[in-house]
């Protein structure tokens, strides 16, 4: 059964701190990977792809990276308004439409 | 220009009633979806469509129908409504009838059932 775990479950940073968030992931076979940011009480926002092992994908301060069982979403120097929850996602080649969604990273980055 | 729009943010009803949600996507995507998020945060397909065919059923109680008139709009009418269905409910489109693609969200709407 495809499962997708993320952690840590909350992280608190100083601004400017950077660090990763992991999201580990079993699938019979991966078709996409995929990072969203959700703030409360909105919809998660599409962030990346990634679709096979060693693709790194960048957006001003994050930066994703795959390998055939994890993803990092490291973030350099954040900023308050990374402030977010973070989540990862997997959809395998087997239902290809379906997302399997991770319970999320919540970030919280004081200044 | 909202992409993926839900209609009511916000539905408060008791139980035993039945209630509609709406949802427009303005972006052209041939594919949409219903998730469920519970209260422990965790996002949950229930349904797709694609080009108004349905194609994803997940584990849902009869209750739960969507509905799609046109592939713009995916609607999901639930019938006699349970405590456990408190969540929030987000729709999604993406561009692409096979998987790969992004999936993109509205706002949702929060349901709570008293």
């Known amino acids: 059964e495809d499962q997708v775990t993320q952690s840590p479950e909350a992280l608190r940073l100083q601004e400017g701190e950077s660090s990763s968030l992991n999201c580990s992931y079993t699938v019979s076979g991966l078709r996409g990977l995929f990072w969203y940011r959700q703030d409360p009480g909105k919809g998660p926002e599409f962030l990346f792809t990634?679709?096979?092992a060693g693709e790194e994908k960048e957006k001003e301060r994050l930066k994703a990276t795959l390998t055939k069982k994890e993803s990092f979403l490291h973030i350099t120097a954040p900023k308050p308004e990374d402030s977010a929850t973070y989540l990862c996602a997997v959809q395998d080649r087997d239902s290809s439409y379906k997302l399997i969604f991770g319970s999320g990273t919540r970030l919280l980055v004081r200044p | 220009d909202t992409a993926v729009s839900q209609t009511p943010k916000y539905l408060v009803t008791q139980m035993g009633n039945d209630k509609s949600i709406k949802c427009e996507q303005n972006?052209?995507?041939?594919?949409m979806y219903w998730y469920k998020q519970d209260s422990k945060k965790f996002l949950k397909i229930m349904f797709s469509?694609?080009?108004?065919?349905?194609?994803i059923n997940e584990t849902v109680p009869n209750r739960f129908s969507p509905k799609s008139p046109d592939k713009a709009h995916l609607n999901l009418h639930i019938n006699s409504l349970e405590l456990g269905d408190s969540a929030v409910y987000f729709c999604?489109?993406?561009?692409?009838?096979?998987?790969?693609?992004?999936?993109?969200f509205g706002p949702g709407t929060r349901l709570t059932v008293t």
């Open positions: 999604a489109s993406s561009p692409l009838p096979q998987g790969g693609s992004e999936q993109y």
């Open positions: 990634l679709y096979s």
């Open positions: 469509y694609n080009n108004k065919e349905l194609i």
């Open positions: 972006l052209g995507h041939d594919t």
